[in-house]
């Protein structure tokens, strides 16, 4: 009965909006408050405006939906649940603000606005109402509807056993190993680098200004200001860097502090409350070209042992830097032609199976793959989709428990649908 109620609802909206005036009147009762005609018209502009798609929206589904918004509010304002209206507000405003910045001017906006018979006043209360909506049913949710929503494991393995003919067939994969070797500063050049810091700290405590020999000497980009890092606090540097920087009193200079980024000379400039102003000097320690070339050796070396039938997991236990590969033998895991990785994918998959790539490099870092077996194309296994059949299966349960408690509130607070 509700639903014939509803569809001769929308043909007398149909009608009413294909008019030249809209005679505002009642359409709903919920609870206390009603609902007018000119609601459901304001909603639609507001939507339009927003830029959804509302052409396959009905008038009857807009005032569902109005109803369902009224009976949330009604049932949180039951239940004394309160939000926090002022960082709504502000989700708002900086949504409307990122929807102007897609226009090339205010005006054009304002034109869109215009042809949707609406204002941006009237478009950013909407949002705030889906906003506060959204939150108040997220909770109301979680209270009355999420523990309907629980899927046993017998449901999910009944459902896998019923459907899985039909579920997406897994395509061919390979099962992949990986070696990986970072390229790395000899001791031979970190040697160098510390060389070179003990000497410009020698000039530093001879009388150097720290500012005049950063802006010559250091690694760092800081060094076009003098070596000069502004104000920082605890926890905005690494920890040796910010360890020696925290006990030096205003104008002290640093012993020589080894971090990850090399080695540093620190001088402190200022105090207030709990940040430091001071600046450095840097001597990166990178590899040089001879640590590269001798890097890349070693990893031929290594391509030629699998070539001659050398164990992938030795040779991953011996040389490659990632440790959880190498606890794995090696194996990285198991990819069709589209999951593997995109910066090698093309020489990857042009390598036969069973033999290494080319010794492949990036971004300082040498790379072997090894396409190891070819696994056939074949059904997804119970355990591969287990986590998507329980979310497909949760959802449906969770939609039909969110109709169930709609209803209940209806009844609670009773609803009339007016002809």
């Not at 997991?313 to 590969?325: H, K, M, P, R, Y």
């Amino acid at each position: 009965m509700k639903r014939f109620i509803l569809m001769m609802l929308a043909l007398c909206l149909f009608i009413s909006f294909a008019s030249a005036e809209l005679v505002d009147r009642i359409v709903a009762k919920v609870g206390g408050e009603i609902i007018l005609l000119s609601d459901i018209q304001k909603m639609l502009l507001q939507m339009r405006a927003a830029g959804l798609d509302v052409e396959k929206v009905t008038p009857a589904e807009i005032l569902q939906e109005l109803i369902e918004q009224r009976l949330i509010l009604q049932k949180a304002k039951e239940l004394d649940i309160r939000l926090n209206e002022d960082s709504i507000r502000k989700y708002a405003e900086n949504y409307i603000k990122q929807l102007k910045s897609q226009y090339p001017s205010e005006a054009e906006f304002r034109q869109d606005l215009a042809k949707s018979q609406t204002t941006e006043n009237e478009l950013l209360e909407y949002y705030i109402d889906k906003l506060r909506e959204n939150a108040l049913t997220e909770q109301l949710v979680e209270r009355f509807v999420s523990a309907k929503a629980v899927v046993s494991e017998t449901e999910m393995r009944n459902f896998y056993e019923a459907h899985k003919d039909s579920l997406a067939v897994r395509p061919i994969t390979w099962e992949t190993g990986m070696i990986l070797k970072n390229i790395k500063a000899s001791q031979k050049a970190e040697n160098q680098k510390l060389s070179e810091i003990r000497a410009i700290y020698q000039r530093i405590m001879n009388g150097e200004d720290f500012a005049a020999v950063a802006s010559t000497d250091s690694d760092c980009p800081s060094k076009a200001r003098g070596g000069d890092l502004g104000f920082f606090s605890k926890g905005m540097m690494v920890k040796p860097f910010e360890d020696a920087a925290f006990t030096l009193n205003v104008g002290e200079v640093s012993d020589i502090v080894k971090t990850q980024f090399g080695y540093h000379i620190i001088k402190l400039e200022e105090k207030r409350a709990n940040e430091l102003r001071a600046r450095h000097i840097l001597k990166i320690i990178e590899p040089t070209m001879q640590d590269t070339v001798q890097t890349r050796e070693l990893m031929e070396n290594v391509r030629e042992r699998l070539i001659q039938g050398e164990s992938l997991a030795t040779l991953a236990s011996e040389v490659s830097d990632d440790e959880q590969s190498k606890a794995e033998g090696g194996i990285v895991g198991e990819y069709d032609a589209d999951g593997m990785p995109e910066f090698f994918r093309a020489a990857i998959m042009a390598t036969p199976v069973g033999e290494p790539t080319a010794v492949l490099e990036n971004e300082g870092t040498l790379y072997i793959f090894i396409r190891t077996k070819e696994i056939p194309s074949r059904l997804y296994s119970y355990d591969e989709v287990k986590d998507s059949v329980g979310a497909l299966l949760a959802r449906e349960k969770q939609i039909e428990a969110y109709g169930d408690w709609i209803k209940e509130l209806m009844e609670e607070s009773y609803v009339e649908i007016v002809q």
